[in-house]
């Protein structure tokens, strides 16, 4: 009997490489290798020209592999290739002083910081826009429509000026780009809190009724935690735009250190590495963010008692 | 309590005014194609300790009726009075607890947080809110399920513990509206029997909505019987039965002629039509 049993089991599971083929790091791998082999070839095409003049112009005939090696090491490329952007962020993280204002870390750090201020300050006003909406009749009408157009306005347009009005009463520094970063951010969390704090069922809203409850306990018990799941969803959705919002306000304020700074100097003196680099920085920091408010999310929703 | 129960005359009726006194209520919803008339001249009373019965086909308005004793709907016509206030008094000084269709028990409270959900808005001290918890999940033999969330809990238990949420903030009248429609013949059985077990033992008034004749009849000491469009009281019919039943009281000629009775007063409001 347990022979048959193992026997049968033997049968019905997987060898270990078929296991190995199947899970999600082999699938995670292979993707990976797919861009990584479009972007070198994508770094041949995209170099040959500049390098076929550069060849003219030293009076050098290379054989094709030397050719395509050129191209995945010129120093000012127009897409540089993977390793060359790894030994840039190599070169700006490890080798370079945190505090150096080339570092990438700390560049890094600058617009993390004004994202982090602008996701909770745009958090913040996007719970308290949402409770107005719900509680508030008249707002509901008078106020929404403002804050869906609010979005409909192009943030590299409005940004300078809100840095500028800023300036004029004096707000310089961390808090000008931290109020872009809130101005994408708010709108995710509004629209999301008005939905999650809208979702109790009518016979939950009658229970409290039979309770006699307050507005404030009827929020307090009911509407706030019916809104948890919807808050984590938009916030997710705010840290990204929270980030963009930093390094675009970045962009035309001629800030000195952060992502964004990184991308324009890159862009006028060519360094195309270093843009590259940034934008990695970038999406390394999106996706870590993300991360942890997903992380807090579980934990919520595992103290919620939810089935795991 | 017991007093009154014992100072009950020979109807079963209890000392003082009616729990509910209902006189020629009516109310029409305004809906996009027009008013619908949903209850018509109800004159209704409900003494102290009874266990009372609506019974009627769906659209018969006894779901709006009960809604109108807890105040979650306002009657247009006639008037109204709970323990002889206003139903929105007798609301904000939580003299009934409400028993709904479904369980409506919030998934992210256990059920030992979602017995104290009342206790906490009425502001009760932690030691009173535990002693309740603990007395009222017993009464509904939910002892040793207080950290358990609801989607653990089959549909019988959550109802029961929607139950014992009610009876947490101790009022005198209950109001159930369906309570067992959803679950299954079995549970539905054995829920009636712990129902009218706990009735005995904590003596409240009930004012108890279903479709199902054999569950009215078994549960009840007055039955009222709907019919539709527009809602109104087509009988009233007091049991025979005496107060204390089990399951098998449902094969004797007494219930059988009580049971005949609704029928027939279901048919002759036309309640069969379509």
Sequence with gaps: MTVATSAYSDARRPGIVVRFLASKFVAVSVVVLVILAIWYVGAVFLNANAQRLADQRDGVTPTWIEFVEATWSQSKPRLPAPHQVAEEIYRTTVLTKPTSANSLIYNSWVTLSSTLLGFAIGTALGIGLATLVVHVRSLDRSLMPWIVSSQTIPILAIAPMIIVVLAAIGLTGLLPKALISTYLSFFPVTVGMVKGLRSPEPIHLDLLRTYSASRGQVFLKLRWPASLPFLFVSMKVAIAAALVGAIVGELPTGAVAGLGARLLGGSYYGLTQQMWAALVAASVMAGILIGIVGLAERLVVRGMGAPR | ?274
Aim: proline share 6%; hydrophobic share 40%.
């Design chain 2, 1 to 274: 309590m017991a007093v009154a129960a014992a100072a009950a005359d020979e109807h079963g009726r209890g000392a003082g005014g009616p729990v509910i006194d209902i006189r020629g209520l009516s109310l029409t919803f305004m809906t996009r194609d027009g008013p619908v008339e949903a209850l018509s001249g109800i004159n209704l009373e409900v003494a102290r300790g009874e266990f009372v019965s609506l019974i009627g086909p769906s659209g018969c308005g006894k779901t709006t009726l009960l809604r109108v004793i807890a105040d979650l709907e306002k009657p247009s016509v006639g008037s109204i009075t709970v323990n002889g206030v206003s139903p929105q008094e007798a609301r904000e000084k939580r003299a009934y607890g409400y028993i709904f269709q479904a369980p409506a028990l919030y998934p992210w409270r256990n059920i030992a947080r979602n017995v104290a959900l009342p206790l906490e808005i009425m502001g009760l001290p932690k030691e009173e809110r535990r002693r309740r918890i603990t007395s009222n999940l017993d009464l509904v033999n939910l002892t040793g399920f207080e950290r358990k969330f609801p989607w653990q809990l089959s549909g019988g238990m959550q109802q029961r513990a929607s139950i014992a949420r009610a009876l947490a903030v101790e009022p005198g009248l209950l109001l159930m509206d369906e309570p067992f429609g959803a679950l299954d013949e079995i549970v539905r059985d054995h829920l009636n029997e712990q129902l009218l077990a706990l009735w005995a033992k904590t003596n409240k008034t009930v004012v108890f909505v279903t479709h199902s004749i054999p569950e009215a009849v078994f549960l009840s000491t007055e039955i009222v019987v709907m019919s539709p469009r527009p809602g109104r009281i087509h009988d009233v019919i007091r049991s025979t039965l005496p107060r204390e039943r089990n399951l098998d009281i449902r094969e004797t000629p007494e219930f059988l002629k009580i049971a005949h009775r609704v029928r027939d007063g279901l048919r002759a409001g036309h309640s069969y039509d379509d």
